[in-house]
Nanobody
Framework: QVQLVESGGGLVQPGGSLRLSCAAS????????MGWFRQAPGKERDLVAG???????YYGDSVKGRFTISRDNAKNTVDLQMSSLKPEDTAVYYC?????????????????????WGQGTQVTVSS
């Protein structure tokens, strides 16, 4: 009932910036939190940033101070602004929606908590 489409991925140089966007459609009223995950080849899919319906934020330790998650309710989009990119940021980035209510200020960090996923967008950081 929720459709998510990511865009904005590409090839950037180390130290560069990139902005990803996730467009949500369908039963968006039922979404309690949105998250950006990433998965590199041979690695686990990890949450890098999240935002709840109430505006509470989460950032993974490896991206704090470099990535910013935001939402535009009018456009039904959630963006991930990535700056000071490093080669280790290279991964497929996925937008995900969590429909489960959770205590205020809490956001799930595990994959199984999320009910809907986008198709993913490749981010490659290389010189």
């Amino acid at each position: 009932q929720v459709q998510l489409v990511e865009s904005g991925g590409g090839l950037v140089q180390p130290g560069g910036s990139l902005r990803l966007s996730c467009a949500a459609s369908g039963s968006i009223f039922s979404i309690n939190a949105m998250g950006w995950f990433r998965q590199a080849p041979g690695k686990e899919r990890d949450l890098v940033a999240g935002i709840t319906r109430d505006g509470d934020l989460y950032y993974g330790d490896s991206v704090k101070g470099r990535f910013t998650i935001s939402r535009d309710n009018a456009k039904n989009t959630v963006d991930l602004q990535m700056s000071s990119l490093k080669p280790e940021d290279t991964a497929v980035y996925y937008c995900a929606a969590d429909l489960t209510w959770r205590p205020r200020g809490s956001i799930a960090t595990y994959v199984r908590a999320y009910d809907y996923w986008g198709q993913g967008t490749q981010v490659t950081v290389s010189s």
